[in-house]
């Protein structure tokens, strides 16, 4: 079976690099779990699974994550964000830093330049992307992370791999549990076959009651789902929910 993840991978192209640290953005690090996150900072206020990937809204920042609920890339639109670039610190203040502060200290570094943003390889698995308002030239939003993911989100051009082989996510057709409006939350992963059923439930972040844990997993088993497809052709793959109750 042909996997996303394996498409994605071929992305990635020779190029120099130079050395970055791991910062986070917006409280969110690349490499740490959706259930760390939650457990740090609360549930996210928004999931959904979508052609783009994995999205998880937090307070400072979206996270995206590949199928195993890691936190691959992320983005934020308030705030500070600093970053070691070749050894050197850097900090992308929201709302004040220009397109012409970046040009001038990061040009022998820069990878894209283009009206409104400007993007950065920092190693063979990280980009930088800063996003400026094109009237003002002033930072409107940072995304950081797997290269793969910012090409998915359409942040990072020139990858033809992606455009070549475009990934639907799987759509729902029927389901056994809403996502509800209760207080509690509960965040579950699905894997999906090609064929639309569900192969197996797991709870991501739990809200803590182990009764209902038990028996979403057991629920959600019968939902039907349109295949999420590769090319055209369906494959497997995983999504995640947010259930309130």
Do not use: C
Request: charged fraction near 20%.
């Amino acid at each position: 079976m042909l996997r996303l993840t394996a498409v994605l991978a071929l992305v990635t192209v020779a190029l120099g690099t130079i050395a970055a640290a791991e910062a986070p953005i917006g409280g969110v690090t690349i490499g740490t779990t959706i259930a760390a996150l939650v457990h740090d900072s609360g549930f996210p206020s928004t999931v959904e699974s979508t052609d783009s990937g994995n999205r998880f809204v937090f307070p400072g920042a979206v996270a995206y994550t590949n199928d195993d609920g890691v936190v691959v890339a992320a983005e934020t639109a308030g705030g500070s964000v600093s970053v070691d670039i070749d050894g050197k610190p850097r900090t992308f203040a929201i709302g004040t830093y220009t397109s012409g502060q970046a040009d001038l200290e990061l040009a022998t570094v820069a990878e894209y330049a283009g009206d409104g943003v400007r993007t950065y390889r920092l190693s063979d698995e990280r980009e930088l992307v800063l996003l400026f308002d094109r009237p003002s030239r002033t930072l409107l939003r940072v995304a950081y992370g797997q290269r793969g993911q910012l090409a998915r989100l359409g942040l990072v051009s020139g990858d033809d791999t992606i455009k070549a082989v475009p990934y639907k996510a799987p759509k729902m057709r029927a389901t056994a549990r809403a996502d509800g409006t209760g207080s509690r939350i509960t965040i579950v992963k699905l894997d999906i076959a090609r064929t639309g059923d569900v192969k197996n439930v797991t709870v991501v972040a739990s809200s803590g009651d182990a009764a209902f844990d038990a028996g979403v997993t057991k629920e959600l088993m019968t939902d039907r789902f349109t295949p999420a497809t590769l090319g055209g052709r369906a494959i497997g793959a995983t999504i995640f929910r947010e259930l309130r109750h």
